[in-house]
Structures are given as structure tokens and as C-alpha cells.
């Protein structure tokens, strides 16, 4: 045994100082990064060789350090003096970035030397000031790790980080005044690496940061690729496992999520295994007692005129749909359907004269008080009762709310558009009555250009127009992402119609919306324009796709001669959804984790429960106008 030992010992001496390596012993006082600092190398590089010192590090250990790739000869470093100011007379149809080219300077530098630039618009006539600077060449030897990097088109902090071989927050790190959305051009503090050690970018792949605690199965969930696939494209994790942080090189048509919220969609059909009879209650405010069935006549009247009768009765279709489709799967349901007139007196009488103890789930009632009573009486026997068109004023422990919370739908869209990595620019227009929400998008966008509407000269109040001379110089080559935040019609049309025509063969301009409201329809919106302008808005759910056409539409088609609405679509996609995962566990809890997300027609869910309450669906969709289409974006 002493020999063997003896052999591996120098064996593996060999092959350290056949690979260049170092050891170095902890002394009193050190860190990981002080020795990180000491040998020119990244905290990441030794923990890459030494997994054990992050949880066991104490003076003597023996680490083995890599010979340092770090470059440290002199290299030119450029610098630039004011020297004086230009005095320039603004002509007809100057802009600022076209001066900003002519001169050789920034637009940044032009308004810091005319000041009033920063609140007005540069008109014909002005007399501004244009610096002037003289540049000069020094040579600078770095005594650190760091060096320089200029932000090349499509790079994202992933891209970077993978390329210096750093994990996303060490950039961050070496980069406090990072922004969100790193630009071309912008310039970053990075590794100071000999150039044959920066690892290649291929646009064949793309790049994905390991989320804290996430193992080589969950990879595999999402991207499909075993442990040796990403161990093949990513040689580093032979050696160092995996950590939080890593950026793997991943293929480029696999789309790996880099947020946590994100989960692959789940098949429930391939896990069923609970087929006992699905015991479910539906309470909606059919108002049967109004209706006089004798006369064919006036029913369809009622059903014509009254849009909430229009709703109940076409998710009630959607409701029965499912339950067929659910039955081709093997899958029982007992239904009960109960009137719950849209009174708080009929509530009480269905609760007081229905055991409900033993049922799998309740579905509504619609009526926000309602709702909240029959939460509440059948929380104590943990009866599921799902929120299916509104939300309630209150998510208990027994209640699964459906519909997503406002909130995460303008998250969802803001983090769809810091995705966007080729993007150039964010212009942000909003009217009087949004400023809030347009500074909270200047947060998240610091490099934005907020542009409020007008207000009348008289009365103070929003005149919801805006001088189209405005938009000529925000609109260059290149992507703008335009926010438009407004509940005005008028506004909303005008604003369509001017950005819309600044489109030119070298300019893409792209709408987004935090709230798609009634703003954004009917007669005075042209969909031509939302087409041309990509329009993109978050949704609890997409339209369903005419291409693929589902048995689900064909059937409605054929028996209704028309296409499904979209409360016939959530009441199919809510109830299959709800049956889909009774079958796959004991109880409706069981089968909620926040890692299953499931999809159908139009709607998808992925619930989420709250520290002291229910379950909220936190899966959305980004739509987009596309051809006079409205497709899924994300």
C-alpha cells in the first residue's frame, strides 16, 4: 500500500509540473481572493483546482495554483483634455446625433456644455458650444489582474463572463457601475488574460449561468444534454464540478432559461397514475331563475345582450370539453354545477346544503365576495377552490388564483426586453398620468429617453398630443424598443401612427407595452402599424394557433360552426389542467409544486405558493403582432 501511495504521489507531482502548477499553504490572515490577488490568478481559478477550500479553508491547507495567464507589459492607454469650445449655429434639420458625428464628439458632451439641452429640444437658430479636446497617447503597465474591454455587438454579461472565464457576479464585481444592459461599446473592467487565453465565442452556441443549487439532472431538464454532452462542450467541469455562477456553452437551439422563475413545460399525460372519479363542484352565476325557457326567443336574446350570461356559458362549454378530453385519458369526473345567481343569499343556501368535505376541487364562484365566503368555509376541510376568471381580494391557503397579478406581467415584459441584447436604445413615452410608471422604467433602463405628452397651456391638464419634431432625433440606425404606457385612445393612435413612420430600411423600431388596455384598440388603431412596429405586450394567455389547428378547435367548429372564444379556451384549459393534475398525485396540492408548468390551448400554469397564503399562477406569455397575427413571443 506504502508503494502504491508513493507512485500516486509522484505521479501526481509529475503531472503538476508538467501542467505548470504551483502549491501554495495558507498562512494566518490569507483568503482565498488575497491569494487570488498574490498569484495573478481568479478566486474562481482556484476553487476550479481546490473544490474542498470553500467549505473547508483554514490556515495549512496546501491549495494548488495555476501559473498565471494574466498579462502584465505595458500597453497604450488613451486620454482626452478639454481644450476650448466651437461656437455653432444649429441649422435646419441639425440634430444633435448628426452634429455629434460632424465634430467627433459625443451627444453626452454636447448637452453637458450647453446645459439647456437637457430639458428642451434643439431648434434652428441656437447657438451652442461644441468641445473641443485634445487626445493623448500614454503607455500604462498594469500591476493588477485587470484590464479594459470594450463591449463587442450581441455580447451580454454571459457571453463576457464565459469569455474571461469569470462567473456573471465576479463582472458584476469588477463592475459596480455596470449597467443593466451592457451596449456596444461599452467598456468593462475584466481579467487582464494573455489573449490565447480568452475562450472563443461561437455563434453556433449560446451561454448559460448555473443557478445556485442546480445539479447535472435539472440541466438536463432544461436543456437536454447529459452530463458528458455539457462536460464535451465545457472541459472545465471534468476537473471542477459545477458551481453557481459557471457560464456554460450550451447549443444555440436550445433555450435554457436564465431565470429562475423559467421551468420546462410538463407533460402530465405521461405521469398519470391517480384514476379514481375526480369529484369537482363548479359554481357560476348562470341566473337560471331569470331565464324563461319556454320562450327560445328570448333566451337567445339574453345570451346576445348580456355579456356575463355570454361568459358563464362559454366557459361552461370550455369546462365540458375538457371533461371529454379528460375521459379519452381514463380520467372519471362526478361535476356538480351550481347556480350561484350572483347573490350572497344563494351562497349560503349552496353551502349549507352541500357537503363539499370531500371534494377535489371547487371552480369559482365569479363574484369577488363570493368567492371569499366559499374560500373560507371550506378551508378548514382544504378544499382547492380555483379562481378561475377573476382574481379575489384574498388568496387563502385553499385558493389557487389563476389569473397572474399585474405586477409580474410587467416584470415578465420588462426582463423580455433586458433580454434583447441587440438592442441599441430605449425610448419610454407615456402621458401625464403614467410618469410614475415612466420613472420606474427609467430605473430599470437608466439609459432611456423619457418623452411625456403635452398638457393644455390653460387648464394644466394632459392635452394628450405630442409634437411629432419630437421623435426626429431618437429614431437612428439600428433597434429603438419604444415603451408606450397610456389609457388614451387619441393618444395611443397618434403616438402609433408618428413612430410608424419612421421606419426605414436601417431603422427597426419595436412597441412594447407594460398594460395592453383598451388604449391599444379598435377603430382609430391601425393593426398595419402594430404589425410594422412588432407590438409587443405581456398575457395571461395567447391566441390559439389557426396553423395547428387542435382537435379542440376543430370540435368547437363543428358543432358551433364558429371559433372558440378565449372563455371557452380558459374554461377547456383551466379544467383539463386542474383533472391532468388530480391524476398525478394524491391531491391538487401534491401536483402544485412551482416546478411544473403546464400549457394547453391558450393559457399556461405554473403555480406558486406564497409563504402565508394560497397558490398564485405565475406562467405569462409575451404576444406579439406579427403579419396581422398575434403570436407568442416568449
Do not use: C
Request: hydrophobic share 35%; no cysteine.
Amino acid at each position: 500500500m506504502k508503494k502504491l501511495l508513493s507512485i500516486l504521489l509522484i505521479s501526481l507531482s509529475v503531472n503538476l509540473g508538467a501542467q505548470n502548477y504551483t502549491e501554495h499553504t495558507v498562512k494566518s490572515g490569507e483568503t482565498i481572493e488575497s491569494i487570488a490577488k498574490k498569484y495573478l490568478v481568479t478566486p474562481f481559478d482556484i476553487l476550479a483546482l481546490n473544490p474542498d477550500a470553500k467549505s473547508n479553508f483554514q490556515t495549512n491547507t496546501v491549495l494548488i495554483i495555476p501559473n498565471s495567464t494574466v498579462k502584465n507589459e505595458p500597453i497604450e492607454e488613451e486620454s482626452r483634455e478639454l481644450i476650448g469650445y466651437k461656437r455653432h449655429k444649429v441649422k435646419r434639420k441639425e440634430t444633435l446625433y448628426g452634429l455629434s458625428q460632424k465634430y467627433g464628439v459625443s451627444e453626452d458632451e454636447i448637452k453637458k456644455a450647453n446645459r439647456f439641452l437637457y430639458s428642451e429640444n434643439l431648434k434652428k437658430g441656437d447657438k451652442i458650444r461644441i468641445p473641443r479636446y485634445k487626445t493623448f497617447i500614454s503607455k500604462q503597465t498594469y500591476k493588477n489582474t485587470i484590464k479594459k474591454y470594450t463591449v463587442l455587438p450581441k455580447e451580454g454579461k454571459w457571453r463576457i463572463a464565459y469569455k474571461f472565464g469569470i462567473t456573471v457576479a465576479d463582472l458584476e464585481a469588477l463592475n459596480p457601475d455596470m449597467k443593466p444592459v451592457i451596449q456596444p461599446g461599452d467598456e468593462l473592467n475584466v481579467p487582464n488574460i494573455e489573449g490565447e487565453a480568452e475562450k472563443k465565442i461561437d455563434s453556433l452556441y449560446s451561454y448559460y449561468e448555473v443557478l445556485p443549487k442546480e445539479g447535472f439532472y435539472r440541466l438536463k431538464v432544461k436543456t437536454g444534454l447529459t452530463q458528458e454532452q455539457l462536460e464535451n462542450l465545457n472541459p472545465e467541469l471534468k476537473e471542477g464540478g459545477l458551481k453557481a455562477g459557471m457560464v456554460l456553452k450550451i447549443p444555440d437551439t436550445i433555450s435554457a432559461s436564465m431565470n429562475l422563475s423559467d421551468v420546462e413545460t410538463t407533460r402530465l399525460t405521461s405521469e398519470l397514475k391517480n384514476f379514481e372519479t375526480k369529484k369537482l363542484a363548479l359554481m357560476m352565476p348562470y341566473r337560471l331563475d331569470r331565464i324563461d325557457t319556454d320562450s327560445v326567443q328570448e333566451v337567445k336574446d339574453m345570451i346576445k345582450n348580456n355579456r356575463l350570461l355570454s361568459i358563464v356559458l362559454d366557459f361552461h362549454i370550455g369546462v365540458k370539453m375538457a371533461l371529454d378530453s379528460a375521459k379519452q385519458l381514463g380520467i372519471s369526473t362526478d361535476l356538480k354545477v351550481l347556480d350561484t345567481r350572483y347573490q350572497a343569499s344563494r351562497i349560503r343556501e349552496l353551502l349549507a346544503e352541500n357537503d363539499f368535505s370531500d371534494y377535489d376541487a371547487v371552480i369559482g364562484p365569479m363574484e369577488e365576495n363570493n368567492f371569499d365566503r366559499v374560500a373560507v368555509a371550506l378551508r378548514r376541510d382544504k378544499v382547492p377552490v380555483i379562481a378561475a376568471l377573476k382574481k379575489p381580494k384574498e388568496v387563502y391557503t385553499n385558493v389557487f388564483q389563476a389569473i397572474p397579478e399585474d405586477k409580474l406581467l410587467e416584470r415578465a415584459m420588462i426582463e423580455f426586453v433586458k433580454r434583447d441584447s441587440l438592442k441599441s436604445r430605449v425610448v419610454i413615452i407615456a402621458d401625464q398620468a403614467h410618469r410614475s410608471t415612466s420613472d420606474m422604467l427609467k430605473r430599470e433602463f437608466p439609459t432611456a429617453t423619457q418623452i411625456y405628452s403635452q398638457k393644455d397651456k390653460k387648464t394644466g391638464k394632459d392635452a394628450h398630443f405630442i409634437y411629432h419634431t419630437v421623435f426626429e432625433e431618437f429614431f437612428k440606425p439600428g433597434k429603438t424598443i419604444v415603451f408606450l404606457e397610456t389609457d388614451s385612445n387619441p393618444f395611443a393612435s397618434s403616438v402609433i401612427s408618428m413612430i410608424n413612420g419612421h421606419i426605414m430600411e436601417d431603422i427597426e423600431i419595436v412597441l412594447v407595452t407594460l398594460d395592453k388596455n383598451r388604449a391599444f384598440e379598435g377603430k382609430d388603431i391601425d393593426n398595419n402599424n402594430l404589425s410594422n412596429l412588432k407590438f409587443h405586450y405581456p398575457s395571461v394567455n395567447k391566441d390559439f394557433d389557426e396553423i395547428k389547428n387542435s382537435s379542440f378547435v376543430k370540435d368547437y367548429r363543428r358543432v358551433y360552426g364558429v371559433s372558440p372564444s378565449k372563455y371557452v379556451a380558459r374554461g377547456f384549459d383551466i379544467t383539463l389542467d386542474l383533472l391532468l393534475r388530480l391524476a398525478t398525485a394524491d391531491n391538487l396540492y401534491e401536483a402544485s409544486s412551482d416546478s411544473i408548468e403546464t400549457e394547453y390551448i391558450e393559457n399556461k400554469f405554473r403555480y406558486n405558493k406564497s409563504l402565508f397564503g394560497g397558490y398564485k399562477n405565475e406562467a405569462v406569455y409575451i404576444v406579439k403582432y406579427d403579419n396581422l397575427r398575434i403570436v407568442k413571443a416568449h
